[in-house]
């Protein structure tokens, strides 16, 4: 059934939102030496209604970010998806890995060897290989998911020869802040630690990704090196959680 937009004003201001939001990569591609097409734009669907998902997707945005498995699974039969890239940016435990596997296209939110191991254990069973981030706990906060810093590159190497899992890149969210200097040197950390595992042709490692930037933040982590930003409250408004 289509959607009447002319009597719901939210339907408008995604369409206003997301032009902003694409005059605003362009500008910070540009800033960073690259071209809008160089960044992927994810729209994070947290909590937001299928009929304004939908909507943001006949506009164009071909790639979506759910938090919770139960959510996306909840939702997605409501929406249309073809030709749209679907990936996993919460946190995600071990039980709910088998429901997950071979639903999206990629699990970003990766913070631990054993999450990896259970990600290519049902993977195998599946005949599937999951692609997957890292993500990293950049500002080493303990309220935050994430791998410590100082156990990435041993559990980079391990992950890497899992089968059942490919390693695209590395994911973060980093701490809230103020002062713009030290946001930016959070970013530019996570640049140089993409840069360097890029460089070191790690086998089961492409190091295509590097997913950072929300919609508080995201020109800021593009001016930095990002080329995946994961825009949420900025496309689809304020959340209403449930």
Not at 17 to 42: C, L, P, T
């Amino acid at each position: 059934m289509t959607e009447n937009i002319s009597n719901d004003p939210r339907f408008n201001a995604i369409e206003e939102n997301y032009k902003v939001i694409r005059e605003n990569i362009e500008k910070s591609a540009s800033v960073s030496g690259r071209s809008a097409q160089d960044i992927k734009f994810m729209a994070v669907t947290k909590t937001v209604e299928p009929k304004y998902i939908n909507h943001a997707l006949s506009l164009g945005i071909d790639l979506i970010g759910e938090n919770k498995v139960q959510e996306f699974l909840s939702k997605k039969d409501e929406l249309n998806l073809d030709g749209v890239e679907k990936h996993l940016i919460g946190h995600l435990q071990s039980n709910k890995v088998k429901k997950i596997v071979g639903e999206v296209d990629m699990i970003e939110s990766v913070d631990s060897v054993d999450i990896a191991k259970e990600i290519g254990k049902q993977s195998v069973k599946a005949g599937l290989c999951t692609d997957i981030l890292l993500e990293i706990n950049i500002g080493g906060e303990e309220s935050k998911t994430g791998m410590d810093l100082s156990l990435l590159n041993d559990s980079l190497y391990e992950i890497a020869e899992i089968d059942g899992v490919k390693i695209k890149g590395l994911m973060a969210v980093p701490p809230i802040c103020e002062d713009k200097v030290k946001l930016r040197s959070y970013f530019e950390d996570m640049y140089k630690l993409y840069v360097d595992f890029r460089s070191k042709n790690i086998d089961n490692v492409s190091m295509e990704i590097l997913s950072l930037g929300m919609s508080s933040d995201y020109t800021d982590a593009i001016e930095c090196g990002s080329n995946l930003v994961r825009v949420g409250s900025s496309l689809f408004g304020m959340r209403s959680y449930r």
